[in-house]
């Protein structure tokens, strides 16, 4: 099935003060998948890493200009297009500061966009439907440009596209309630003109979005009401132009989306494959009113893949680029990465598994997906009947209860019988779409479990957070119910698969864990690999001595000479200050199952600038000893590599070191006046510094590196020679 994985910030939005706006116009892929540029809605164009959430560049235009549509990049020319004013063609390289000192052109009539795509030139859409190629534009800016459109005909969406280097321009255009395609093709010139069928009296496509394939173009447009369509025109033997004259488009309906109550307002569908398209600002179907959310669907099978909430106001904005979905809500621009397998109908009902051959041959001659769409108890041959046949045949026959009936069933039945029933409705074959029963399970689950404190089950809700098909947003009262239980095996289980746990939960789990007692924590039972994992590290031996990953037990020259106090005490006096807070370093501060889970914090996805607020709620004694425990796995990984085994899931040095700075930043100076945490802040603040050494050196190394790569190879010379390289 298709996946929605954890998603991160870019960058924090300013939106319009009615908040009807995001305040991006456009999003566009620049150099390559990990680079993109973001046009706000008025003055400006910046550069971002994505997977590094920071800006690499931004350019403005002056006071008073704004830019009419959203910038490109010219992959060929290493150049970025934009226009202001609708007639001032703008184009600049990355290293040019000021854009009003780049090239600019005014052309003779309102620009609507500009489009590139890799391996193409840009193009530039007027806004009465010419098209032109940009360079033939720039060498005659003031060149006339014809009208296309009718005088009430208004162009509503475009894009570009590149089929077997052919380009087209698409744009759809409304003109009194009809609404119109058009396919222009560059080179040679030619442009064919397409009525789309009407829909309800009154409504408009909300957004458009279009992909080719096997060289038939394919237009999916969403409605208010919800129903998705797809057009499919062919590029193959397009012939000329045929004036005035509108052909009528056929349209087939893909998906019926549940809108509830009314019509969409904000939403956007986008097409991820030739069988899955994103669509947000539609309601999950599980979920109440009110909740906006970014859902896979695939369309062959008309089955909810995924679904993950998103917090704040939906505008209706979604752009997709190398498997990530990039949306706008409330004040973030959020990067949603996800994933989509080849749709198959095993896939569809989640059913695919990687079964063995023998298995394969077996079940070749028994005809189960009669049991999967239509539940028909088809009898298998004598022959191909086996022990575990026999035993699935008389479990299907048993009666057994719908979804809707144990759910009824939950609010009132003893909690024995509760867990037999879900049980066995999770493992019965019937369930064609597990993720909107798994969710209305949990929630009637833990509803009764807040109103009857006699009932709880564990076990049950166990399996099904192990399902995957649950998150925080589906059930959010699920993990503060188990650490009201002190279930916490249940706790490391919702950390370790809900992909959008809330910081706020977080900290919620962090300050439980940290201040219960760890006879309490003992007395649970926890996932095996990180009971193993802890049991190692607190076991292992210390690491050789001397310099590794960046840091040793004795301070070198350079830190002794850095750490020196005020009252002017001697470096040695100094460095055997230190070593009793560092040997006390290399024992454990909390006990084993309470590490466990506290790594489980220590692993979570967490924004910096949500969790800081929350983090200053811990006190002074808690985050002391969440440093203590801190400082203590830093020094087991940085002398013995053999902690971080690639089998276990185990917090990495990287996430150590952040969970030190976010701590010392919510409480640096309540820390500096305890007088028990003077050697600790001594100690982190070498840690620190030794990290930033390595990260230097690994720097120093990587230029030097590129400097090989740059040196041209020079030709061999005789049999032997040898070859000297100064690095500086």
Same mark, same amino acid.
């Given at each position: 099935?298709?996946?929605?994985?954890?998603?991160?910030?870019?960058?924090?939005?300013?939106?319009?003060?009615?908040?009807?706006?995001?305040?991006?116009?456009?999003?566009?892929?620049?150099?390559?998948?990990?680079?993109?540029?973001?046009?706000?809605?008025?003055?400006?164009?910046?550069?971002?890493?994505?997977?590094?959430?920071?800006?690499?560049?931004?350019?403005?235009?002056?006071?008073?200009?704004?830019?009419?549509?959203?910038?490109?990049?010219?992959?060929?020319?290493?150049?970025?297009?934009?226009?202001?004013?609708?007639?001032?063609?703008?184009?600049?390289?990355?290293?040019?500061?000021?854009?009003?000192?780049?090239?600019?052109?005014?052309?003779?009539?309102?620009?609507?966009?500009?489009?590139?795509?890799?391996?193409?030139?840009?193009?530039? #859409?007027?806004?009465?439907? &010419? !098209?032109? $190629?940009? %360079?033939?534009?720039? =060498?005659?800016?003031?060149? *006339?440009?014809?009208?296309?459109?009718?005088?009430?005909?208004?162009?509503?969406?475009?894009?570009?596209?590149?089929?077997?280097?052919?380009?087209?321009?698409?744009?759809?255009?409304?003109?009194?309630?009809?609404?119109?395609?058009?396919?222009?093709?560059?080179?040679?010139?030619?442009?064919?003109?397409?009525?789309?069928?009407?829909?309800?009296?009154?409504?408009?496509?909300?957004?458009?979005?279009?992909?080719?394939?096997?060289?038939?173009?394919?237009?999916?447009?969403?409605?208010?009401?919800?129903?998705?369509?797809?057009?499919?025109?062919?590029?193959?033997?397009?012939?000329?132009?045929?004036?005035?004259?509108?052909?009528?488009?056929?349209?087939?309906?893909?998906?019926?989306?549940?809108?509830?109550?009314?019509? #969409?307002?904000?939403?956007? &569908? !986008?097409? $991820?494959? %030739?069988?899955?398209? =994103?669509?947000?600002?539609? *309601?999950?179907?599980?979920?109440?009113?009110?909740?906006?959310?970014?859902?896979?669907?695939?369309?062959?099978?008309?089955?909810?893949?995924?679904?993950?909430?998103?917090?704040?106001?939906?505008?209706?904005?979604?752009?997709?680029?190398?498997?990530?979905?990039?949306?706008?809500?409330?004040?973030?621009?959020?990067?949603?990465?996800?994933?989509?397998?080849?749709?198959?109908?095993?896939?569809?009902?989640?059913?695919?598994?990687?079964?063995?051959?023998?298995?394969?041959?077996?079940?070749?001659?028994?005809?189960?997906?009669?049991?999967?769409?239509?539940?028909?108890?088809?009898?298998?041959?004598?022959?191909?009947?086996?022990?575990?046949?026999?035993?699935?045949?008389?479990?299907?026959?048993?009666?057994?209860?719908?979804?809707?009936?144990?759910?009824?069933?939950?609010?009132?039945?003893?909690?024995?019988?509760?867990?037999?029933?879900?049980?066995?409705?999770?493992?019965?074959?019937?369930?064609?779409?597990?993720?909107?029963?798994?969710?209305?399970?949990?929630?009637?689950?833990?509803?009764?479990?807040?109103?009857?404190?006699?009932?709880?089950?564990?076990?049950?809700?166990?399996?099904?957070?192990?399902?995957?098909?649950?998150?925080?947003?589906?059930?959010?009262?699920?993990?503060?119910?188990?650490?009201?239980?002190?279930?916490?095996?249940?706790?490391?289980?919702?950390?370790?698969?809900?992909?959008?746990?809330?910081?706020?939960?977080?900290?919620?789990?962090?300050?439980?864990?940290?201040?219960?007692?760890?006879?309490?924590?003992?007395?649970?039972?926890?996932?095996?690999?990180?009971?193993?994992?802890?049991?190692?590290?607190?076991?292992?031996?210390?690491?050789?001595?001397?310099?590794?990953?960046?840091?040793?037990?004795?301070?070198?020259?350079?830190?002794?000479?850095?750490?020196?106090?005020?009252?002017?005490?001697?470096?040695?006096?100094?460095?055997?200050?230190?070593?009793?807070?560092?040997?006390?370093?290399?024992?454990?501060?909390?006990?084993?199952?309470?590490?466990?889970?506290?790594?489980?914090?220590?692993?979570?996805?967490?924004?910096?600038?949500?969790?800081?607020?929350?983090?200053?709620?811990?006190?002074?004694?808690?985050?002391?000893?969440?440093?203590?425990?801190?400082?203590?796995?830093?020094?087991?990984?940085?002398?013995?590599?053999?902690?971080?085994?690639?089998?276990?899931?185990?917090?990495?040095?990287?996430?150590?070191?952040?969970?030190?700075?976010?701590?010392?930043?919510?409480?640096?100076?309540?820390?500096?006046?305890?007088?028990?945490?003077?050697?600790?802040?001594?100690?982190?603040?070498?840690?620190?510094?030794?990290?930033?050494?390595?990260?230097?050196?690994?720097?120093?190394?990587?230029?030097?590196?590129?400097?090989?790569?740059?040196?041209?190879?020079?030709?061999?010379?005789?049999?032997?020679?040898?070859?000297?390289?100064?690095?500086?």
């Amino acid at each position: 099935m298709a996946a929605l994985y954890e998603g991160y910030t870019l960058y924090g939005l300013v939106p319009a003060p009615n908040l009807a706006d995001s305040g991006i116009q456009g999003i566009e892929q620049e150099r390559d998948s990990d680079h993109v540029l973001v046009t706000d809605s008025t003055r400006s164009v910046t550069l971002y890493k994505v997977s590094d959430q920071k800006p690499l560049g931004s350019w403005t235009v002056k006071q008073g200009q704004t830019l009419s549509c959203s910038a490109v990049y010219n992959l060929q020319t290493k150049e970025y297009v934009a226009v202001s004013d609708s007639k001032v063609i703008r184009v600049w390289k990355e290293e040019d500061v000021l854009l009003d000192k780049a090239f600019k052109a005014t052309v003779s009539s309102n620009v609507w966009r500009v489009h590139c795509v890799s391996g193409g030139e840009p193009v530039v #859409l007027f806004q009465r439907g &010419a !098209v032109r $190629l940009l %360079e033939s534009l720039l =060498a005659a800016p003031q060149q *006339p440009v014809e009208d296309i459109l009718a005088p009430e005909e208004t162009i509503r969406w475009s894009t570009h596209i590149v089929v077997d280097t052919q380009q087209f321009v698409i744009f759809t255009t409304e003109q009194r309630g009809d609404h119109f395609l058009y396919l222009q093709r560059l080179n040679p010139n030619t442009l064919q003109r397409y009525r789309l069928e009407r829909e309800e009296p009154g409504l408009c496509p909300l957004s458009f979005s279009a992909s080719c394939r096997e060289k038939r173009i394919s237009l999916l447009y969403l409605y208010p009401n919800g129903r998705v369509y797809q057009s499919v025109v062919s590029v193959r033997g397009l012939g000329a132009d045929e004036g005035a004259q509108a052909l009528p488009l056929p349209r087939s309906l893909q998906l019926d989306l549940p809108v509830g109550e009314g019509l #969409l307002g904000a939403a956007s &569908a !986008v097409v $991820l494959d %030739e069988a899955h398209v =994103a669509v947000v600002g539609v *309601p999950h179907p599980s979920a109440g009113a009110g909740k906006d959310f970014l859902c896979i669907w695939n369309t062959n099978f008309q089955t909810l893949q995924a679904g993950k909430e998103m917090a704040g106001k939906i505008y209706g904005q979604l752009w997709n680029f190398s498997s990530k979905l990039f949306i706008p809500h409330g004040k973030t621009l959020s990067v949603i990465p996800y994933d989509c397998p080849k749709s198959s109908l095993a896939a569809a009902l989640g059913k695919l598994k990687q079964a063995k051959t023998e298995e394969c041959k077996a079940a070749a001659s028994v005809p189960s997906w009669n049991n999967i769409l239509h539940g028909e108890k088809a009898q298998p041959p004598r022959t191909a009947e086996t022990r575990k046949t026999r035993t699935n045949r008389k479990i299907q026959s048993s009666p057994s209860l719908t979804v809707d009936q144990v759910l009824e069933l939950i609010k009132t039945a003893p909690v024995e019988e509760v867990q037999k029933e879900v049980e066995g409705l999770l493992s019965r074959a019937e369930i064609q779409d597990l993720q909107p029963s798994a969710g209305q399970l949990a929630s009637a689950l833990v509803c009764r479990s807040l109103a009857d404190p006699a009932f709880y089950t564990s076990s049950t809700l166990a399996q099904l957070v192990h399902t995957q098909c649950l998150c925080h947003s589906v059930c959010p009262e699920l993990l503060l119910l188990a650490l009201e239980r002190k279930d916490y095996f249940l706790c490391q289980l919702c950390l370790q698969l809900f992909p959008d746990i809330p910081e706020a939960i977080t900290c919620a789990c962090l300050k439980a864990f940290i201040s219960m007692p760890d006879g309490d924590a003992e007395m649970e039972s926890l996932e095996p690999d990180s009971v193993s994992f802890m049991e190692t590290l607190i076991s292992s031996g210390r690491g050789q001595d001397g310099l590794q990953n960046g840091f040793g037990d004795a301070p070198s020259e350079e830190e002794r000479s850095d750490t020196v106090s005020g009252d002017g005490a001697a470096p040695k006096a100094r460095t055997e200050d230190q070593t009793p807070s560092i040997q006390s370093g290399q024992i454990c501060p909390v006990g084993l199952h309470k590490a466990i889970l506290l790594n489980e914090i220590l692993q979570t996805a967490y924004s910096e600038s949500f969790l800081l607020p929350h983090l200053k709620d811990l006190s002074s004694q808690q985050v002391t000893l969440f440093l203590q425990y801190l400082q203590f796995l830093y020094l087991r990984y940085v002398q013995d590599d053999a902690t971080q085994t690639p089998g276990f899931r185990s917090p990495t040095l990287t996430q150590l070191m952040d969970w030190v700075c976010l701590l010392l930043d919510a409480h640096f100076t309540v820390l500096v006046m305890t007088p028990e945490a003077k050697g600790l802040l001594r100690n982190l603040h070498t840690f620190v510094k030794s990290q930033v050494r390595l990260v230097s050196e690994l720097g120093k190394i990587e230029g030097s590196l590129q400097e090989l790569n740059k040196m041209k190879t020079t030709q061999e010379v005789g049999q032997y020679s040898i070859e000297i390289i100064e690095l500086f």
